[in-house]
């Protein structure tokens, strides 16, 4: 702007043809096509719609209204459609800001279509104002001429009054004028009395104070014909002095000039309509004249701004409300629209309002020109884009956020172009692959990742770009030793890709795959192991009975004793699958493990030769184990052995303790182990080591790499089950030709050592022989060799297959001295819970337990374990001396007989 703003579309006939032309028309609808193509190529949740709104605003140029509407229903439409062939937006973009996105674009377009259909009427009417305007003129322009040439021949109604007789006489013309007879004279009474009422009083002063001070006039007044219509003239007089004596007349002229009062009202009335509709419209309107200075605003600036109208326009005029820092620019561009006799202006600049708070505005203007081609007039408009502007900021503030973002993403991002080139790569992505920004934008992605040439997911991602489909997948970088999961998506010129470092996740998964196979193994393996033991408990009892009826035939009690032996082996083995998969039953208790391993010292340097070395590297304040010593010493004799064979040609065995915290968040290769304190025993040699391609399988039961008939691959396999089922873990490091590492981490106890128990009372010497036993045991084998060896000893036998029917049977035989039941039954009731229903129900009568393995019926918590156990599988003479010691009332336990 400048001094003074107006706005007029006045185009020219060139410009009405051009803007009016099919081709103009075709142009517009093409740009719409080519905004809904480049929509397929822009991601959903930005403003691509917005796009369309400059397109409608052009069709104001053509001056149709229903071009507008269809080019904004076109445009509203193709925004809609743009919703599904746009490419999916960014993962960060939720589905109501996308679909908000696309509402907030109907919603404008609609808008401005509206506004634009208005504009288009209003610049209609402005057009038929200046052309009523332009008519107006040239009528006033004929007229003078009729005037003057009515002047020069006297054609104007003249007239004159005698100061002396008061009568009046005119003109023919005049007569014409009242529409009265030619050559009619009246008086001057009659002839004021032929003015509107109104206007005598002005025509009696004017013609007195001429008459009395020589006083000429020139009036506008109205004046009633004969015939009552009211007709506008121009009435003008002057006195003319008179000879001496000569009596003294007032001459003038009477002009009609009714048709001109027409067209000033018309021009009023115009003037009116043009300010009623300013002030309607949604915005700020204004005009100015051909040097730019403003001579009219609507209303609404000055209820927005609270100045007034003469400030506006008059003095620093409106530039006044322009915020500081733009009112040099804004002039200066304003001045130069002006100077150059610019065809349209606009500019965006903020107005402060009445609050003090300041609004963006957008002021546009077109300049009406004459037929030369020089401005007459600006017709403008200044919209309030306040809201627009706080848009932008947010899609401003929201790309900030969304890059700082992708920077805080816990995945690596990277754009890439459609030639594979880097534009973008966020932190984490700089910190998988090792290298900056800096050095990777602009380089193509094959450069940047050597590694990935030659490979299958090169191919991977080059059927992405053929398919225009996203893929996944995962990749192991050898030059970073990653695996890395890769996930690309086209959009539209471009790639976005995604990488993860998946390495850890690979790493446990493999650990969970091999702890759930070693669970079902151990499962299996625990099982067989007890069928075996009741398998092995009728084998050991008839070949006890075999032994005794055959002592006077040599030949057949050898092949007794060799049943016996081979029973024998097959229960060590049994005890062995028990121990791995951790169905034996323990007795945990706090364990001094350095006094443990200085004990075993001698049966460790007999076990491995005099060609290894024994190195103990023990921790002076070592935390006792709640652990079963027993078995730890197993386990350790097993570990000794392996160390033996790992190192034919000698070496050095290493025992070494030490006390260890781990927490959740401890390195992941003990996430099997819940937070807390351990007793870790290390049993490390310096043999060959292990293959580290079957290093997962060592704890497998049966797998050994030891040669034919040289191992049974259950050595591993039982300290494995033994410290899973100790509530520990056992971890393996080992490389080949530079030896093995064995880790067993041991639950800490809070409990000192406990001191040696005192020596066992001696047993009776006479087994009481006599009672009634009620056997509970679900295998019929074990079932009829137990009850027939108890007869044969001269007990009183009743059988039961499962507790529930055992309970029964002892509710109806009050008699029974002692419950014998195993453990393991089917038929919901377990051989403890059969225990703890008898006492209630039988407090006196004695309980004996047997089982081949626990399987959870004690969890491994000895204050559960108040009743004698008999293994499985035990001989006749164990049967016999346990079910005695029962009847007796002793406590004591019984142990497996190998």
């Not at 679909?99 to 610049?123: C, D, E, H, K, P």
């Not at 009515?150 to 004159?160: D, I, Q, R």
């Not at 040696?756 to 009620?774: F, N, Q, W, Y």
């Not at 039988?842 to 959870?856: E, K, M, S």
Request: hydrophobic letters at 40%; aromatic letters at 8%; charged letters at 20%.
């Amino acid at each position: 702007m400048g001094s003074r703003l107006t706005a007029a579309w006045l185009p020219r006939s060139h410009w009405s043809g051009l803007f009016a032309s099919p081709v103009w028309h075709l142009l517009i609808l093409l740009l719409m096509l080519v905004v809904f193509a480049a929509d397929s190529y822009t991601q959903l949740g930005f403003a691509h719609g917005m796009l369309y709104a400059p397109l409608i605003l052009l069709t104001v140029t053509m001056l149709n209204p229903k071009f507008v509407v269809y080019s904004a229903a076109l445009g509203i439409a193709l925004t809609l459609a743009g919703t599904f062939i746009s490419p999916p937006a960014p993962e960060s973009f939720g589905i109501g800001y996308i679909w908000a996105n696309r509402l907030l674009a109907v919603i404008t377009l609609a808008f401005i279509g509206w506004q634009s259909i208005r504009v288009v009427r209003y610049i209609a009417h402005m057009q038929n104002v200046r052309q009523s305007i332009q008519r107006s003129r040239n009528q006033l322009r004929d007229h003078l001429r009729l005037l003057n040439i009515a002047g020069e021949v006297a054609l104007f109604g003249g007239w004159s009054l005698s100061l002396e007789s008061h009568q009046v006489v005119w003109s023919d013309e005049v007569a014409e004028i009242l529409n009265l007879p030619k050559g009619h004279s009246p008086s001057l009474e009659e002839a004021i009395n032929f003015f509107h009422g109104q206007d005598r009083p002005r025509v009696n002063d004017a013609i007195r104070a001429c008459m009395e001070h020589g006083k000429p006039f020139d009036l506008e007044l109205r004046i009633l014909s004969s015939d009552k219509e009211p007709r506008w003239v121009r009435l003008a007089g002057q006195k003319l002095l008179a000879a001496q004596g000569a009596t003294a007349y007032i001459y003038g002229a009477v002009q009609d000039i009714s048709r001109y009062k027409d067209v000033e009202l018309d021009l009023l009335a115009s003037e009116m309509r043009f300010r009623q509709l300013a002030d309607a419209m949604p915005m700020i309107v204004w005009t100015a004249n051909s040097k730019g200075q403003i001579d009219f605003f609507s209303k609404d600036v000055t209820e927005l701004t609270g100045v007034s109208m003469d400030e506006l326009l008059y003095g620093d005029g409106w530039i006044q409300l322009v915020h500081p820092d733009d009112v040099k620019r804004t002039e200066e561009k304003w001045q130069q629209a002006v100077a150059e006799n610019a065809a349209q202006y606009q500019d965006e600049f903020r107005i402060r309002y009445k609050s003090g708070e300041y609004h963006w505005y957008l002021s546009r203007s077109v300049a009406s020109k004459d037929a030369s081609g020089k401005t007459i007039k600006w017709f403008g408009s200044a919209v309030d884009i306040q809201a627009q502007k706080k848009i932008q900021q947010n899609i401003q503030d929201l790309a900030t956020r969304f890059e700082q973002t992708l920077d805080q993403l816990p995945d690596g991002f990277l754009i890439l172009t459609h030639n594979w080139q880097v534009t973008y790569i966020n932190k984490e992505a700089e910190t998988l692959l090792g290298q900056q920004s800096a050095e990777m934008n602009g380089r193509v992605l094959w450069n940047v990742c050597a590694s990935l040439n030659g490979t299958q997911a090169k191919a991977h991602m080059l059927e992405a770009e053929t398919m225009d489909q996203p893929v996944r997948f995962e990749h192991y970088f050898d030059d970073m030793g990653k695996w890395l999961s890769i996930s690309l998506y086209p959009s539209g010129d471009r790639f976005n890709l995604m990488l993860r470092d998946i390495t850890e996740q690979r790493n446990m998964a493999l650990q969970l795959q091999h702890a759930q196979r070693m669970e079902a193994v151990g499962q299996l393996t625990g099982g067989l192991a007890h069928d075996f033991n009741n398998l092995l408990t009728v084998i050991q009892g008839n070949a006890d009975l075999l032994q005794e009826v055959l002592d006077g035939q040599p030949e057949l009690l050898a092949l007794a004793e060799l049943i016996q032996k081979a029973s024998l082996k097959g229960s060590r083995l049994t005890q062995q699958l028990l121990a791995f998969g951790r169905k034996q039953t323990l007795t945990p208790e706090p364990t001094n493990i350095n006094r443990l391993l200085l004990e075993s010292k001698l049966l460790i340097s007999r076990t491995l030769g005099e060609h290894i070395n024994i190195r103990f590297d023990l921790d002076d304040k070592l935390w006792p184990a709640l652990i079963d010593p027993g078995q730890l010493e197993g386990a350790l004799l097993n570990l000794v052995i392996n160390a033996r064979d790992a190192m034919p040609d000698g070496g050095t065995l290493t025992l070494k303790t030490t006390n260890l915290q781990f927490s959740n968040l401890d390195n992941s290769k003990y996430h099997e182990l819940p937070a807390g304190d351990y007793v870790m025993l290390e049993v490390a040699d310096t043999g060959v080591g292990i293959d580290p391609c079957i290093l997962e399988q060592v704890f497998e039961p049966f797998f050994t790499t030891k040669g034919a008939g040289k191992g049974t691959g259950l050595g591993l396999s039982m300290v494995f089950g033994f410290t899973k089922q100790s509530g520990g873990h056992v971890a393996v490091e080992s490389e080949s030709e530079k030896g093995t590492k064995i880790m067993m981490y041991l639950p800490r106890s809070r409990e000192e050592e406990r001191d040696e128990p005192e020596a066992e009372a001696l047993r009776p010497d006479s087994p009481k022989t006599e009672g009634v036993i009620l056997l509970a045991e679900d295998d019929q084998l074990v079932r009829e060799f137990a009850s027939a060896q108890l007869r044969l000893a001269g007990y009183q036998v009743i059988t039961a297959e499962n507790g529930p029917q055992a309970l029964t049977l002892l509710e109806q035989n009050p008699q029974v001295d002692l419950l014998f039941t195993d453990v393991v039954m089917p038929g919901g009731m377990n051989g403890r819970e059969l225990a703890q229903h008898a006492k209630a129900l039988r407090p006196l009568v004695g309980v004996l337990l047997t089982t081949g393995y626990a399987d959870g019926a004690f969890d491994n918590n000895p204050e559960q374990m108040e009743e004698p156990i008999l293994h499985k599988p035990y001989r006749r003479d164990k049967l016999l001396e346990e079910v005695a010691m029962a009847l007796s009332g002793s406590t004591g336990q019984g142990q497996a007989d190998v």
